[in-house]
């Protein structure tokens, strides 16, 4: 069943990665190991399937960490280098910054109406593009391609429900509906629910954790590597790193380090997995951190 998928990236981010550990997430196997067999439609196989997927940069200026632009262009390479020819395109909006007006939240009274508070100055920051390109490319697609029989939205925003709307009524293709939250309480939205063939309401954790991509995807010039900062427990490498380069010449070899099942110790709990699958949580971080002091103990 030849299907295309339209992912809003600022949905699935906000709806499903920013708090997790697991933002270096392969798209096209969190669709085509998950999302998709799961669906009404999972009596179909998925061999012929693409992606379009739709993001901006992220304004320097107005982001939290120096090295989030570096690490969101980071993720971009990594997800053309590890697609084969065809099964992924980004298609990039972008992030405009203006200075306006607005009201001001009262702290002491949050549910005070607009009027009585304070009108204060603000800069906005709001993405372009992206709902106007996710409908000219689906539309484009659905007229265009007459293979296409399956064409999936990954959003939870109205103002795509016209889109949804006008491509059912064509009757060339079925649409189906992924939310992009890890809430299994939360229901879709109407407007876009009613113009789709078959829903998904959530995204599991359990199906983002198995959907990482490589820690190093190789491409043509130089590899790409997942960002420390996109671990969940940062400090806590660091840490490891530092304990490590006491005997190892450079932080290359603490990575080989981590990738590799080290020997047990009595006085230790046991590793369950390789170091390198336990830095997303406090706990399991720092069992590593023991062993990596455990190892150099021995090593000097």
């Not at 960490?65 to 262009?73: F, I, T, V, Y």
């Not at 508070?117 to 265009?144: F, G, H, P, R």
């Not at 005997?247 to 099942?261: F, G, H």
Request: charged content about 30%; proline content about 5%; glycine content about 2%.
């Amino acid at each position: 069943m030849k299907t295309r998928i339209y992912i809003d990236g600022y949905n699935l981010y906000y709806g499903c990665l920013k708090r997790t550990p697991y933002k270096w997430l392969d798209l096209y196997r969190l669709f085509h190991s998950y999302i998709l067999p799961s669906s009404s439609h999972s009596r179909h196989s998925y061999s012929d399937l693409s992606i379009k997927y739709f993001t901006a940069d992220i304004v320097a200026n107005a982001a939290k960490s120096e090295d989030s632009l570096k690490d969101q262009q980071a993720y971009h390479r990594a997800l053309t280098f590890n697609a084969q020819e065809g099964q992924l395109e980004i298609i990039k909006g972008y992030y405009a910054t203006n200075q306006t007006r607005a009201f001001k939240i009262d702290e002491s009274n949050p549910k005070k109406p607009p009027k009585e508070c304070e009108y204060v100055d603000v800069w906005k920051l709001e993405e372009k593009q992206t709902d106007v390109n996710i409908a000219v490319e689906s539309l484009y697609d659905v007229m265009t391609d007459d293979s296409l029989e399956q064409v999936i939205f990954v959003t939870n925003d109205t103002d795509l429900s016209r889109v949804l709307e006008k491509i059912q009524s064509l009757n060339k293709v079925k649409v189906g509906l992924v939310i992009p939250t890890t809430d299994n309480v939360r229901m879709p939205n109407e407007k876009l629910d009613k113009f789709s063939d078959w829903t998904r309401k959530n995204i599991l954790i359990e199906e983002l954790k198995a959907s990482q991509l490589p820690r190093v995807v190789e491409g043509k010039r130089k590899p790409v590597v997942k960002p420390v900062g996109w671990y969940g427990e940062p400090d806590v490498i660091e840490n490891i790193f530092e304990v490590l380069l006491t005997v190892l010449k450079n932080r290359t070899k603490c990575w080989k380090w981590l990738e590799t099942t080290p020997p047990s110790f009595e006085d230790l709990p046991r590793l369950p997995d390789l170091p390198i699958n336990m830095l997303d949580d406090a706990t399991s971080a720092n069992t590593v951190l023991l062993y990596a002091k455990k190892y150099v103990s021995i090593s000097k």
